[in-house]
């Protein structure tokens, strides 16, 4: 089996799930987003969107902080550097492998 | 359903992202009447000299002075209006729809958009230059129908990557119409004024359906 396929074996598990790979690459994609803007444009749930950030806010790869703007509570989530090196490597390895 | 697209491992994930955070920026039809303003300030500088020549009597010093004025005014206002109104939109998004669309901070990759640029220029300069030196007893009519199928282009190309479907309607607005006035006996003056104008009136309208509707939704807050 070709190394770059075998490199397949060692992904990164917590970008590779779907959820988390779209949350993952919206993020990489604007400067950070709120809550409410990821529900909609990721079409998850409330509830499954939570529970995917908090495991992604786990492993670093992105940030979130709570405040508010007048009354709306905001939930800004932002990419950090180890979730963007994280992603650009995610994307080497299943180009490679493609 | 979006993640349907990253299920599948072939696709690029940042194109697919990219053509999300484009749809998300154009749900609300503010962007439709941000460009469709544009259009139709487009359409009255352009018309200004044509409205002078048919429709006032000439050698009149102060009605030149008047027509100069109103140019440079509307040339300044569509200057000014280039500038603030993607700020202006992105203000009425935050002030009034943040519990509907959500906050966003775009980044701006200059980049991309450059390359984007040139691609476009590189498809559309040749078509250009074609219809002033193939048809040079017609290279108005040439040259309008271009800008018309430039524009046609552009819609066409949002509506196929940011999945906005009224945009194929734009799209296909703008290449009837381009045609249609190509057609026509018009100056090139006129023709784009008019094109401008009906494409921008359009625009606007739509935009301002498709920010009613979303304004009707009941607005989510965050648990």
Redo the contacts between chains.
Sequence with gaps: MSKKIQGLAEIDRIIHEPARLMIIALLATVNDADFQYLHLATGLTKGNLSVHLSKLEEAAYIVIEKSFRGKYPLTICRLTGQGREAFDNYRKVIKAAL | ???S???S??A???T???R??I??KF?DGLQDIYIGLTLVLCAAVEAVPYAKRAGFPQGSTALDVAFCVISIVLCSLFVVYTVRSRGAAKWVR?RYL??R???????LNKRKMVRFLLVFLAAFLPLAIAALFLFPTHSDRGMSTVIGLMFCGLDAWIAWFGRVFRFAIYSVLSAASAIFLAATSIGIVATLSIFFAFLGLVMVFSGFIVLLLFIRRPA????
């Design positions: 359903m979006p993640i697209f990253f299920r491992m072939t690029d994930p940042s697919i992202a990219e999300l955070v749809k998300a749900r935050e943040i519990e669309s959500g906050y966003v901070e775009q980044k989510e807050r965050e648990a």
